[in-house]
């Protein structure tokens, strides 16, 4: 009772937070002027026309003399409403109007198509992260003190102080420039599960990998050098036990607590990707397409995008917080 209590409050605090989070999105960008880019043979009148249309500006006005547009701006909380009802009535999440390659392309069909990619390469990186930072962790705290635990700490430091972007270089320059391992960049089409895409896509899902193995192993490594010290490991030795046995049936259960929630917000926020990772690799990812929504102030695009982010950050936050009440029995979530 407590836990369903506590998950339905958790739940309206982030949809509240959510709205309070959108709406300072749709205002912030709102105040920036509105940016129109024509190219040689558009019909900026067209371009204008889209956005009057979708109620952002009004009283549209050319003036032959000085070869340039006016036009009046809608109150903000105006197309703030408009907006909402085009979404909840119609479904409509809007039209690409200032970036060039998506211009007129339903902003919900572009982002399922560059979702996909997404995906791929943080569950990629999820797979593998997650069993070699464990199993990291485990080793250096067997052996702490001798060298093994010596060499992954050296290991973890350096992956935890080196930047993604730096790292993504290094790997970019080592393995697919000089080796020629993998392609400089991911290549066009939608096959995302044959071999060559899979293999284009490595580079991109061990620059984002790497960093989360350093940070599963230094967590590994000290809850379970914690645990392996405790009282209850003593006991279970005096019982006739051996070390391993002890291990794997008390010290690793214990000191999954806090490192199993960590898992659980990587498999969760898989969809958010890394911004500067996918236009490195040239990944065809939604990272890519956020960043073009921003610098081309197309506001459809920017705001489906932001609410996208907004709601996976939110969701893992939840989910982790409730993951704890269902891994320890004695953490109970809204209890007094």
């Given at each position: ?40 043979g558009q019909d900026a009148k067209l371009i204008y026309g889209q956005l009057e249309a979708r109620g952002y ?62 995906v791929l390469i943080n569950v990629y990186s999820t797979l593998i992260g997650v069993p070699i930072g464990l ?66 896509m490595l580079p991109a899902v061990f620059s984002l990998c790497l960093s989360s193995i350093a940070g599963y ?120």
């Open positions: 009772m407590y836990m369903l209590k506590y998950t339905l409050k958790r739940i309206g605090l982030m949809l509240m937070t959510f709205c309070i989070i959108m709406i300072m999105c749709f205002v912030l960008i709102k105040m920036l002027p509105i940016v129109v880019n024509v190219q040689v500006i009004c009283n549209v006005v050319y003036d032959e003399t000085t070869r340039m547009w006016s036009f009046d701006t809608v109150p903000v909380m105006i197309q703030f409403g408009n907006y909402l009802r085009r979404i909840f009535l119609n479904g409509d999440f809007g039209i690409g109007v200032s970036m060039l390659q998506y211009r007129n392309q339903p902003v919900w069909d572009v982002f399922v198509e560059k979702l996909p990619p997404t199993g990291l962790g485990i080793l250096a705290a067997l052996k702490k003190n001798k060298w093994q635990d010596q060499v992954i700490s050296v290991g973890v430091i350096l992956l935890i102080s080196i930047p993604s972007i730096v790292m993504g270089l290094i790997i970019q320059y080592v393995f697919c420039y000089r080796l020629r391992w993998f392609p400089l960049s991911m290549g066009e089409g939608y096959d995302y599960f044959t071999w060559p895409m899979f293999r284009a192993a230094r967590y590994t490594r000290a809850e379970l050098t914690e645990v392996l010290t405790g009282e209850f490991m003593l006991l279970a030795r005096t019982k006739g036990l051996t070390r391993g046995q002890a291990t794997v049936r008390h010290a690793l259960r214990n000191a999954m607590v806090p490192i199993f929630p960590m898992i659980l917000s990587e498999f969760v926020a898989v969809l958010s990707g890394s911004l500067i990772i996918e236009s490195m690799y040239n990944i065809p990812g939604v990272g890519g397409l956020y960043l073009e929504s921003i610098r081309d102030q197309d506001y459809d695009f920017f705001m489906l995008l932001s609410g996208f982010y907004t709601l996976v950050g939110l969701a893992a936050g939840i989910v982790v917080d409730i993951s704890y009440g269902f891994i320890d029995p004695r953490i109970r979530m809204g209890a007094k």
